[in-house]
């Protein structure tokens, strides 16, 4: 089995790589590196109509992400990744499940533009967080992350942490190294690497 249908098959049942060991991780990534070969998107950055909209996260190495789930009494919920190109905009949410009532959520926008490197420009961007947001998810009246994202964009403060990034350093960039209608693969910065579906 190769392709889509084999990443998807080696990903499945890891809880998007919290329950992945360390041969699941190197077989995943092998999966991972043969997709990309068979890229069918080159210069994902002008694909704007598969780019956009928004992403479900499938797998990650991000240890950033996957220890949410180690925090006392609380489940890392979906992780979704909105992308609006024609503002530059990205909008990261993670739900966090748990105890009933205190449901939370952790959210972070960003703005992004072309990599400068010329050669990596139409497939890398420079991603400038700007705001991050995270509270109880019936305190925002969090409903989807569609809804919220529209909350975010009408410019409302919230009854939660939310304040503006500002520092240098909440920079960094991402790389898609495989993008078609409903999968994509990114690398960022740091090493690691993200597999999403897009949601319909």
């Given amino acids: 089995m190769f392709g889509k249908a084999a990443l998807l098959e080696a990903i499945a049942g890891k809880n998007r790589g919290i329950l992945a060991t360390e041969t699941d991780r190197q077989a995943i990534q092998a999966a991972i590196v043969r997709l990309e070969e068979r890229n069918p998107t080159p210069e994902p950055l002008q694909a704007t109509e598969l780019l956009d909209g928004n992403w479900r996260l499938l797998y990650t190495t991000s240890q950033e992400l996957l220890r949410i789930d180690l925090l ?27 105890v009933p009532y205190l449901e939370g959520f952790v959210s972070v926008a960003a703005r992004f533009e072309p990599f400068p490197d010329e050669s990596l420009s139409q497939r890398r961007v420079k991603v400038n967080f700007e705001r991050s947001i995270l509270g109880l998810q019936r305190l925002v009246n969090y409903q989807s992350p569609e809804a919220f994202i529209e909350q975010i964009d009408s410019g409302k403060k919230f009854t939660a942490i939310d304040f503006p990034i500002t520092q240098r350093e909440q920079k960094g960039w991402l790389e898609i190294t495989y993008l078609d209608e409903d999968l994509r693969i990114g690398r960022g910065n740091e090493g690691n690497v993200f597999v999403l579906t897009k949601v319909k």
């Fill in 72 to 98: 006392p009494l609380f489940k890392l919920g979906q992780i979704y990744q909105y992308v609006r190109t024609a503002t530059a905009q990205i909008y990261n949410i993670a739900e966090i499940s748990g």
